[in-house]
């Protein structure tokens, strides 16, 4: 389901003599410029930013004609992100510009989505050597359309399934360990020798030395790349970067693919992309995010942690329990649910979370995602029934058993969890469960 949000232009974004001026639909006050200023690496930002709208342009699933969503560009402090989802959101791409990467102020914050259409994708691309860049992120002030010249109006379809992989990709990355770092060069041979095209093997990254070797295996160590032809959109910021840096979960021998994060670093700005576990699956679907949105104080808990989040380039959850009188992970839940509306992402180089606003509620992707949706509605019709250490849920005239694992997951007798083993979340069986007043202990 898409929902269809209208955002206004004073023009389209160009590059003329003066720099590069990328018109923006507006942040916390009407079309605001938070920012005005020369980037200090051109052509790296420039690449890294055609990355970015790439992304959002392609569909690496089942490849289909080019979409035209718009990245996402937040200022906050000290810095600049663009981030986007592909088309079959099982890619997020971020460009982070760092303070080294810009020379001016940004003088408000704000997130908004940036209008990156042909004409400026041509101009980016041409963009090479010394040439001067500049970024004027945002007017200052809302333009009314008269007779002699009229606000650009641009209507962006942006999918229900976007605000969910927000929420997915800060949870699931916020238990992502470094697992490697290994120079440009090394980086730029190791990326030639992947698999190209769509391919969709799930292999496995191994550190040996100063570089990865592939594997058909996990071992412990090791990083999932799945689809690897889904990182070809880092080639353009390759000859500018220092390292690549890889990110992912713990595995084991006879783990299930995982997520994974690979991230270029030039020393003025980070490219990261993230992958999901399969190249068939997007990020919407995932369900990490479905338990800590099933809490009955979950609402409650992200309206007063949304007071206290400041504009701070990485939030610090143990000063936010502090001010919230919380426990930490009262708190994560609350940004969990505070993801869905877009408001926080989770940048795996600081290890913290951060802050951005979308003209989202905070309940939209909870509404729209049909197993919470479906769990509720068993809970209001009293479907829940605990026997001991297991609970018996009606649904469709059917019965199904839920047991509480020891490491806090559940198992179900539905098809939804033969299926997937909790792979993917929850069944809206095992959410139903999660949401009683008295929870299933197990060998209760």
Request: glycine content about 10%.
């Amino acid at each position: 389901m898409n929902a269809v949000q209208t955002y206004r232009y004073l023009q389209p974004s160009a590059l003329g003599a003066a720099g590069l001026d990328l018109q923006t639909c507006g942040g916390p006050a009407a079309n605001p410029r938070f920012f005005s200023g020369f980037l200090t690496t051109p052509a790296a930002t420039a690449a890294g930013l055609l990355a970015v709208a790439e992304v959002a342009r392609t569909r690496y699933h089942q490849p289909v004609s080019p979409a035209s969503l718009d990245p996402v560009v937040t200022g906050s402090r000290d810095r600049l992100r663009f981030e986007s989802f592909s088309g079959c959101c099982g890619v997020y791409a971020r460009m982070d510009v760092l303070p080294a990467g810009f020379d001016g102020e940004i003088a408000g914050h704000g997130t908004t989505n940036v209008d990156v259409n042909p004409p400026l994708r041509e101009a980016l691309a041409r963009v090479g050597g010394l040439e001067p860049l500049h970024a004027a992120v945002g007017p200052d002030d809302l333009t009314v359309s008269t007779m002699d010249g009229a606000v650009v109006e641009k209507k962006v379809p942006l999918p229900g399934r976007w605000l969910r992989g927000f929420a997915e990709v800060q949870v699931l990355t916020a238990g992502f360990e470094p697992r490697a770092e290994i120079p440009a060069a090394e980086a730029a041979a190791f990326l030639r020798r992947l698999p190209g095209g769509a391919d969709r093997s799930v292999l496995w990254a191994v550190p040996a030395g100063r570089t990865l070797r592939l594997t058909s295996r996990p071992v412990p160590g090791a990083v999932c790349l799945a689809g690897a032809g889904r990182l070809a959109a880092l080639r353009g910021v390759l000859r500018h970067a220092r390292v690549l840096r890889v990110y992912g979960p713990a595995v084991r021998p006879g783990s299930p693919a995982v997520p994974s994060t690979w991230e270029l670093d030039t020393g003025a700005l980070r490219l990261s992309l993230t992958l999901s576990p399969e190249p068939y699956r997007g990020f919407s679907g995932e369900g990490a995010a479905l338990l800590a949105l099933a809490g009955d104080e979950v609402v409650d808990d992200a309206e007063l942690v949304a007071t206290l989040l400041s504009w701070d380039p990485t939030i610090d959850v143990a000063a936010l329990a502090d001010a919230a009188a919380l426990p930490d992970d009262r708190v994560r839940a609350a940004l969990a649910q505070l993801g869905t509306a877009g408001r926080v992402g989770y940048d795996v180089a600081d290890a913290g979370y951060f802050h951005r606003v979308m003209p989202y509620d905070a309940g939209r992707a909870e509404r729209d995602n049909p197993r919470l949706v479906g769990a509720r509605v068993l809970v209001e019709r009293g479907a829940v029934v605990r026997e001991g250490e297991h609970a018996t849920v009606r649904s469709d005239e059917e019965a199904y058993r839920v047991r509480r694992l020891p490491d806090g997951g559940y198992a179900c007798t539905c098809r939804w969890w033969a299926r997937h083993r909790g792979e993917r979340g929850p069944c809206k069986h095992a959410l139903a469960v999660s949401m009683v007043a008295a929870p299933v202990e197990v060998g209760a």
